[in-house]
């Protein structure tokens, strides 16, 4: 089982970015692919989340309506839209996956990806 996330940069305030989440080695329809960040100092964040049961998930108040997630089974990809970035968006992010539906709590999620880092300053 592999995830691999990429799509990160560095960004000025109010642009977006795409983050993907490329998987392999498990049928991704039945797995939840979440999102998590992590910023310096802080603790791990769930950010978004995708699955078959619970179709799309946005955790924190702090993203809703900007932040969107999607799949493309057929690429075995998971892909996290993120418009109007602000700076306390800026963080390493998480693509990790667990048997069945969304959960916020990480512990939950059995494989994960390298983090792809996110910046955004001006």
């Known amino acids: 089982v592999q995830l691999q996330a990429s799509g990160g940069g560095l960004v000025q305030p109010g642009d977006s970015l795409r983050l993907s989440c490329a998987t392999s080695g498990f049928t991704l329809d039945y797995y939840a692919i979440a999102w998590f960040r992590q910023a310096p100092g802080k603790e791990r964040e769930g950010v978004s989340c995708?699955?078959?049961?619970?179709?799309?998930?946005n955790w924190p108040n702090s993203i809703k309506g900007r932040f969107t997630i999607s799949r493309d089974n057929d690429k075995n990809t998971v892909y996290l839209q993120m418009n109007s970035l602000k700076p306390e968006d800026t963080a390493a992010y998480y693509c990790a996956a667990r048997f069945g539906g969304c959960y916020v709590d990480s512990r939950s999620y059995n494989y994960w990806g390298q983090g792809t880092l996110v910046t955004v300053s001006s």
């Open positions: 995708n699955s078959r049961s619970d179709g799309s998930i």
